[in-house]
């Protein structure tokens, strides 16, 4: 059974950083592309961004190109979205989604999701 | 990259059909047969309902269907039950390596 399990989130300063992290099991991690989607408190999913299984290619949403970076750890079976220059809006839900990308542009399973909180 | 369109809510009776619109544009639904729907219940994670406009993941049931017509996507539930109440969002690549979501459409099952 796949499981992807989100950790990192937490309260944050505007301007501020955050590292996320996403333990993934139950599948030849480094076989997949991984993604993350957030969603805000009360609103609809916003894709930001998604990495290939080797690492090489990574694409990222207009809203947070320049501050997010989205990286892996193949031998740790692990996913990570470093966050800088925090703002307000950025508030959300961050889910790990394994992705199947240029094929079919699908997310599944996601995890539960850890909260990211941008506040003074 | 705006957000695809969707009713903010739509209702039905046990055992009655809806359908959920997703409107977008050529640049995304309308050129690319990439749409992907997603059932989040309440607290909970989304889960995939349909991926490639019509296509059923193993484990989800036939009463889900999706369709494309233009820059017009749709998802049918047909003979509602009561546990598909959800939010459901969809979700369609919109070129340059990236995917745009819709705003979602809660479903109410009466």
């Known amino acids: 059974e796949v499981q992807l399990l989100e950790s990192g989130g937490g309260l944050v300063q505007p301007g501020g950083s955050l590292r996320l992290s996403c333990a993934a099991s139950g599948f030849t991690f480094s076989s997949y592309a991984m993604s993350w989607v957030r969603q805000a408190p009360g609103k609809g999913l916003e894709w930001v961004s998604v990495?290939?299984?080797?690492?090489?290619?990574?694409f990222y949403a207009n809203s947070v190109k320049g501050r997010f970076i989205i990286s892996r750890d193949n031998s740790k079976n692990t996913l990570y979205l470093q966050m800088n220059s925090l703002r307000v809006d950025d508030t959300a839900v961050f889910y790990c989604?394994?992705?199947?990308?240029?094929?079919?542009?699908?997310?599944?399973?996601w995890g539960q999701g850890t909260l990211v909180t941008v506040s003074s | 990259q705006s957000a695809l369109t969707q009713p903010a809510s739509v209702s039905g009776s046990p055992g009655q059909s809806i359908t959920i619109s997703c409107t977008g544009t050529s640049s995304d639904v309308g050129t690319y047969n990439f749409v992907s729907w997603y059932q989040q219940r309440p607290g909970k994670a989304p889960k995939l309902m349909i991926y490639?406009?019509?296509k059923r993941p193993s484990g989800v049931s036939n009463r889900f269907s999706g369709s494309k017509s233009g820059n017009t996507a749709s998802l049918t539930i047909s003979g509602l039950q009561a546990e598909d109440e959800a939010d459901y969002f969809c979700c369609s690549f919109a070129g340059s390596n990236t995917v745009v979501f819709g705003g979602g459409t809660k479903l109410t099952v009466l």
């Open positions: 490639e406009g019509s």
């Open positions: 990495i290939g299984g080797d690492s090489v290619t990574t």
């Open positions: 989604v394994k992705t199947i990308w240029s094929a079919s542009y699908r997310f599944d399973p």
